[in-house]
């Protein structure tokens, strides 16, 4: 195979790898932000729970301090019953008393119905908390994951660069300018493989002779539509096919 061509394909693979490797690393930012988003519903999930607590709480007291009130008006009420002088007044302050007796039930079933509200939530909140417990165990590891990752891709990266100087270094400087040129224009990918007749990137069938050509391996050949360099991979000679991007 012609030693530059061999030196075109390589420069590919590295190049496709160390971009793929640049996307992925560009991705972090936004995963990272899912990992805080779903950290942040967790806590807020707990949040939103002791804050209803709260209210519940601040909703009892009031109705109890209502209750205290309406017991000491119907102990007023009581001692005025024995005061009064007539029938009208007596069912008057009976009517008082009822409503105050009333009053002190309906307010003392709400107690009720929130002392029941509180210990649903007083559940809830051990339930949400150990599921805060979980997703930070689970978010820690993940995110330590990305770190890994993020570290084995730039290493991934410096290699690529590494190697990359040293097959440039021995390239010749007009293959070198073919392959930059092109790979600029076609979003980084400017080496194809040529297979069954087509440019197997942009899918337009090469002329016979142009196949021909390329199936030796022997020049440095671009495809007439995508002005990819093109090269065979069907010889033993030939290196692994050039992912395509």
Same mark, same amino acid.
């Given at each position: =195979? #012609?030693?530059?061509?061999?030196?075109?394909?390589?420069?590919?693979?590295? /190049?496709?790898?160390?971009?793929?490797?640049?996307?992925? @690393?560009?991705?972090?930012?936004?995963?990272?932000?899912?990992?805080? $988003?779903?950290?942040?519903?967790?806590?807020?999930?707990?949040?939103? @729970?002791?804050?209803?607590?709260?209210?519940?709480?601040?909703?009892?007291?009031?109705? /109890?301090?209502?209750?205290?009130?309406?017991?000491?008006?119907?102990?007023?009420?009581?001692?005025?019953?024995?005061?009064?002088?007539?029938?009208? /007044?007596?069912?008057?302050?009976?009517?008082? @008393?009822?409503?105050?007796? #009333?009053?002190?039930?309906?307010? /003392?079933?709400?107690?009720?119905?929130? =002392? =029941?509200?509180?210990?649903?939530? #007083?559940?809830?909140?051990?339930?949400?908390?150990? &599921?805060?417990?979980?997703?930070?165990?689970?978010?820690?590891?993940?995110?330590?994951?990305?770190?890994?990752?993020?570290?084995?891709?730039?290493?991934?990266?410096?290699?690529?660069?590494?190697?990359?100087?040293?097959?440039?270094?021995? =390239?010749?400087?007009?293959?070198?300018? @073919?392959? &930059?040129?092109?790979?600029?224009?076609?979003?980084?990918? $400017?080496?194809?493989? $040529?297979?069954?007749?087509?440019?197997?990137?942009?899918?337009?069938?090469?002329?016979?002779?142009?196949?021909?050509?390329?199936?030796? #391996?022997?020049?440095?050949?671009?495809?007439?539509?995508?002005?990819?360099?093109?090269?065979?991979?069907?010889?033993?000679?030939?290196? $692994?096919?050039?992912?395509?991007?």
């Amino acid at each position: =195979m #012609n030693p530059d061509l061999t030196r075109l394909i390589r420069l590919q693979q590295l /190049e496709s790898a160390a971009d793929d490797a640049r996307r992925k @690393i560009a991705d972090h930012p936004a995963r990272t932000q899912a990992l805080d $988003a779903r950290l942040q519903s967790a806590r807020d999930a707990v949040s939103g @729970i002791k804050a209803r607590l709260t209210a519940a709480a601040d909703k009892r007291r009031g109705e /109890e301090k209502e209750v205290a009130g309406v017991q000491t008006r119907l102990a007023k009420y009581k001692d005025q019953l024995l005061e009064v002088k007539t029938n009208r /007044e007596y069912t008057a302050m009976l009517h008082e @008393i009822e409503t105050a007796q #009333n009053d002190i039930r309906t307010r /003392e079933d709400r107690i009720l119905e929130i =002392m =029941m509200e509180t210990d649903e939530l #007083n559940a809830a909140i051990k339930k949400s908390e150990a &599921e805060l417990k979980v997703a930070e165990k689970e978010i820690a590891a993940e995110r330590a994951v990305l770190d890994t990752e993020k570290a084995t891709l730039q290493a991934e990266i410096e290699k690529a660069t590494a190697e990359r100087a040293t097959v440039v270094a021995g =390239m010749d400087k007009r293959v070198l300018s @073919i392959f &930059e040129t092109t790979a600029k224009g076609r979003k980084g990918v $400017a080496v194809a493989e $040529a297979k069954d007749g087509l440019c197997t990137i942009c899918h337009v069938r090469l002329r016979p002779q142009v196949f021909n050509e390329v199936r030796k #391996n022997e020049s440095i050949i671009q495809c007439d539509s995508c002005r990819r360099i093109l090269y065979f991979a069907g010889s033993s000679e030939a290196p $692994a096919p050039v992912s395509q991007v």
